[in-house]
């Protein structure tokens, strides 16, 4: 089911439907005015009781369907970075990381599977249902093992995103917190999936401030065989 797509419709007659009573309100503004300069109080009375009707309506139409503009937004993904791996050895692999403006990156990664965290910043409300998107800054990838022993014991890899003494708004956030008050929470989120040879994999974020891995159908049919194909 497309929530997105049932979100927009009410969106959009809410939003119509308030244009339409904006509308009806200029109108017995209009008449309104007529009733007073022409001396008739009693009529120009029920006007303006059927004009301030009309404008609470225009308002809490206009309201409501940009409310539910910011929801539908809250479902929309942003693409995060894509990732093809290969397989170099038993649990060594090579990833090619693609961000979406064509950069690419070369890593290696030991392990099972492949993990991707990022520091996120989420606004208050009325910044996000306004259509604020999230702000994110990935911080590392890691290899992940599957058995929990061999996690704690085997080489691990991990391979940081962020510069050594950059500066940016999240620390802004964290040092100065009453310069962006408009801030909520800054906190992270993170993804996994398994690794598979020859597999690609997208990492999205949601307007909620998740990161989402998704396999593409290749991919997917490999991880669904025994040990991952």
């Not at 993904?77 to 950069?103: C, F, H, N, Y």
């Amino acid at each position: 089911m497309d929530w997105s797509a049932l979100l927009r419709m009410p969106m959009t007659v809410l939003l119509v439907l308030a244009a339409v009573f904006g509308l009806v309100t200029l109108v017995q503004l209009v008449a309104l005015r007529q009733r007073l300069h022409g001396g008739r109080r009693l009529a120009a009375c029920w006007r303006a009781l059927l004009c301030l009707a009309c404008f609470a309506l225009t308002l809490l139409l206009a309201g409501t369907g940009y409310a539910l503009r910011g929801y539908r937004l809250l479902g929309e993904e942003a693409p995060v970075v894509e990732i093809d791996a290969r397989i170099l050895s038993p649990q060594r692999w090579a990833l090619t990381l693609t961000w979406p403006d064509g950069s690419t990156r070369q890593v290696q990664l030991a392990g099972d599977d492949w993990r991707v965290e990022a520091i996120v910043l989420k606004w208050k409300l009325p910044a996000l249902l306004a259509g604020v998107p999230p702000l994110y800054r990935l911080d590392r990838l890691s290899g992940r093992y599957d058995d929990p022993a061999q996690e704690a014991e085997a080489p691990r890899t991990v391979i940081g995103f962020g510069e050594a003494g950059a500066f940016d708004l999240l620390n802004l956030k964290k040092q100065y917190p009453r310069w962006v008050p408009e801030i909520d929470t800054v906190y992270g989120s993170g993804a996994f999936l398994l690794l598979v040879d020859q597999g690609h994999y997208s990492v999205s974020l949601m307007r909620t401030g998740a990161l989402v891995a998704r396999p593409d159908e290749a991919t997917e049919r490999k991880i669904g065989q025994p040990l991952g194909g």
